[in-house]
């Protein structure tokens, strides 16, 4: 949305409101582009933190598969006393 400088000082708590909200507002001086106001995005606070990092393992929790694992995947490669063959 493209505003004046003039109509915005009129409209200043109708325009933050709207930003809030996402849009994204232009204030315009003579046909030209000066200004945008957007809204301030909120830092993660340390409860978004924990509830992120808790998403993180239990995703991966559920993507644990049964099974050999890749520390004795090479094995082939040596004989009984650890040496290659």
Do not use: C, N, W
């Amino acid at each position: 949305m493209h505003v004046t400088v003039t109509e915005a000082k009129a409209k200043l708590t109708e325009l933050v409101r709207r930003a809030e909200e996402g849009e994204e507002i232009v204030l315009t001086r003579h046909g030209h582009e000066i200004v945008r106001l957007v809204a301030v995005k909120r830092a993660a606070g340390v409860q978004d933190r924990r509830s992120i990092i808790a998403h993180v393992r239990a995703s991966a929790a559920r993507r644990d598969r049964a099974g050999e694992t890749a520390a004795r995947s090479q094995d082939f490669l040596y004989d009984d006393a650890g040496l290659p063959l």
